[in-house]
């Protein structure tokens, strides 16, 4: 580990309320940099490569800032077979987004890249989603009530979008809502973080 001041510093290259409520859960102190990269997924990505180049992206660009800090880069994209469902951004495609899935499982993606330097530990965790039938009432209800707009899959897991599930499959139920905390928590330890 450098041998830096900073060296025990973290940084979380979001600015994501979801992912930021979720660190604090660790008790760790960390500041935010939000990266700024080009988000736009190329036609030949896979859910995985995509989702993956994204974090290790968002870490890089805010590691350059922060040379000694240990930078946690993340994103997550749910994904229809190969079809990538992003954050819809409107009622509209928020709408369109929930017909699509409808009685479909979905799988939600969420990648790590935790890095310090030149050192980058990445991690990939699934969660296999399955929706209930949703008709065209429950749906826009959900969307006005619930407001997912700037969540992947036009879910929000942790609040009324549990209500239009039949099922979650993880290894870490905080996958879901943006940061698999139990990855994230060993990659912490592995860089000299004391956390419970």
Same mark, same amino acid.
Do not use: N, W
């Given at each position: 580990m450098p041998d830096s001041s900073d060296s025990r510093s973290l940084?979380?290259?979001?600015?994501?309320?979801?992912?930021?409520?979720?660190l604090e859960r660790l008790g760790v102190p960390f500041e935010v940099d939000a990266a700024d990269i080009d988000e736009r997924i190329a036609d030949d990505e896979t859910p995985e490569d995509a989702v993956m180049r994204l974090a290790r992206e968002k870490a890089r660009a805010v590691a350059e800032r922060h040379p000694h800090a240990v930078v946690i880069g993340s994103d997550q994209v749910a994904a229809l077979g190969m079809d990538i469902l992003g954050k819809p951004g409107t009622e509209e495609r928020a709408c369109e987004q929930?017909?699509?899935?409808?009685?479909?499982?979905?799988?939600?993606?969420?990648?790590?890249?935790?890095r310090q330097g030149d050192i980058e530990e990445p991690l990939l965790e699934t969660v296999q989603v399955r929706?209930? $039938? %949703?008709?065209?009432?429950?749906?826009e *209800?959900?969307?006005?009530?619930?407001?997912? =707009?700037?969540c992947a899959g036009a879910i929000r897991s942790e609040g009324l979008g549990a $209500? %239009?599930?039949?099922?979650?499959?993880? *290894?870490?139920?905080?996958?879901?809502?943006? =940061?698999?905390?139990i990855g994230v928590a060993q990659l912490l330890r592995r860089r000299g973080f004391r956390l419970p």
């Amino acid at each position: 580990m450098p041998d830096s001041s900073d060296s025990r510093s973290l940084i979380l290259a979001s600015a994501s309320p979801y992912r930021r409520a979720l660190l604090e859960r660790l008790g760790v102190p960390f500041e935010v940099d939000a990266a700024d990269i080009d988000e736009r997924i190329a036609d030949d990505e896979t859910p995985e490569d995509a989702v993956m180049r994204l974090a290790r992206e968002k870490a890089r660009a805010v590691a350059e800032r922060h040379p000694h800090a240990v930078v946690i880069g993340s994103d997550q994209v749910a994904a229809l077979g190969m079809d990538i469902l992003g954050k819809p951004g409107t009622e509209e495609r928020a709408c369109e987004q929930l017909v699509r899935v409808s009685g479909q499982s979905v799988r939600f993606l969420t990648a790590v890249s935790v890095r310090q330097g030149d050192i980058e530990e990445p991690l990939l965790e699934t969660v296999q989603v399955r929706f209930r $039938a %949703l008709d065209t009432e429950t749906i826009e *209800r959900y969307v006005r009530t619930d407001r997912p =707009l700037d969540c992947a899959g036009a879910i929000r897991s942790e609040g009324l979008g549990a $209500a %239009l599930l039949e099922s979650v499959e993880s *290894r870490d139920p905080s996958a879901l809502i943006g =940061l698999p905390l139990i990855g994230v928590a060993q990659l912490l330890r592995r860089r000299g973080f004391r956390l419970p």
